[in-house]
């Protein structure tokens, strides 16, 4: 994990989220937010489609981006939102229900990919990590 924390700031690193409602993909940010020192309140951006916060690292000021796709029907709209400019500024990107963009074709970041499932009989989430893929430009 230590070699992804030293990407910070040198490519965007996207966590892409996958899972039904409620399997946990939001409470997921908000520790990761946490963790990246961010104490503002985190929301889910279902209806906003993208919250933006920032954080310190190595006394550069970075973004985190909390997005919501899954009422973008297409990539062009994604790019509406600034996916671009979030991936220029090596943002550090929450992306829940990443059918949108096509990941594969990011250059210059880290595609961490998260499977999120819930058993509601037994109120147990789990959460799978695929391996991450390192994007070069």
């Known amino acids: 994990m230590q070699k992804y924390i030293s990407l910070l700031g040198q490519k965007a690193i996207i966590f ?3 899972g039904e409602l409620g399997a946990g993909k939001t409470q997921f940010v908000k520790g ?3 963790g990246l020192g961010i104490s503002q309140l ?3 951006p279902s209806y906003t489609l993208v919250n933006e916060y920032f954080f310190t690292h190595q006394d550069q000021i970075l ?3 909390h997005i919501d ?3 973008l029907p297409s990539e062009a709209d994604l790019k509406s939102i600034g996916w671009e400019n979030f991936l220029q500024a090596k943002a550090v990107i929450a992306l829940e229900w990443p059918h949108l963009p096509d990941l594969k074709t990011v250059k210059n970041g880290l595609v961490i990919p998260l499977q999120f499932s819930y058993e509601a009989a037994t109120d147990d989430r789990s959460i799978t990590l695929e391996k991450p893929e390192e994007k070069n430009a």
Do not use: D, E, G, M
């Open 16 to 18: 892409a989220l996958q």
């Open 32 to 34: 990761l937010a946490k």
């Open 42 to 44: 985190i929301t889910s």
């Open 63 to 65: 973004p985190f981006v």
């Open 69 to 71: 796709a899954w009422r």
